[in-house]
């Protein structure tokens, strides 16, 4: 038969010599390629105890913003949604009625906001077409899950903690805008 190719090797079918046949050699040799490796530095690290740096252009997991007295900045106009190339976001108007007024910054607020991460390519468009800087990519990532409704992130997942009640919260989970 033609081979296609001229890589096609005749395999050696000589007997092994005792030597061979003890392996050790191969044994050693393979152990000093595993010794040697004992000293070089490690490309792997170990998380999550120790993190690597971002880059500063890194976009990670989105946060609903709230302003400096607590109040939900969303306004529920769409534009994100718009801008979204993925459609990964999808959300739900409300009216603000008397009294809310400390909970919701505009007279229209999002009922229901939710980002399909397993859709959204974490390009930042979101972020550029707010006109309310009520969500931005921060520095963390969307954790592991097992299964696909883990992945989409509602309101009670992206909006950031409140700065008067837990001021500490707030400023980690603020992290450097991305
Ligand atoms: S980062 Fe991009 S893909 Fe993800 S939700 Fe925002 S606009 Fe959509
Ligand atoms: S996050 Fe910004 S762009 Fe999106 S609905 Fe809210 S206010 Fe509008």
């Known amino acids: 038969m033609q081979a296609l190719t001229n890589k096609a090797q005749a395999v050696n079918r000589k007997p092994m010599t005792f030597l061979e046949r003890l392996y050790l050699i191969n044994i050693i040799k393979g152990m000093m390629i595993t010794f040697s490796h004992m000293f ?14 971002f880059s500063p252009v890194f976009r990670g997991l989105h946060v609903l913003n709230r302003d400096e007295e607590g ?22 108007a409300a009216e ?9 910054r505009e007279e229209k607020y999002a009922a229901k906001y939710e980002i399909n991460m397993l859709r959204c390519i ?7 077409a ?49």
């Open 40 to 53: 070089k530095k490690q490309p792997t690290i170990r998380y999550p105890e120790q993190k690597r740096e």
């Open 71 to 92: 109040r939900e900045r969303c306004t529920a106009c769409g534009l994100c949604a718009v801008a979204c190339p993925a459609e990964a976001i999808t959300m739900e």
């Open 122 to 128: 974490f390009c930042g468009l979101c972020e550029d």
């Open 96 to 104: 603000r009625t008397d009294g809310e007024e400390t909970l919701y």
């Open 130 to 178: 707010c006109p309310k800087d009520a969500i931005y990519l921060s520095e963390t990532f969307a954790p592991a899950n097992f299964t696909r409704k883990g992945f989409i992130y509602g309101k009670s997942d992206l909006l950031i903690p409140n700065p008067l009640t837990e001021a500490g919260a707030f400023a980690e989970a603020k992290g450097v805008e991305a």
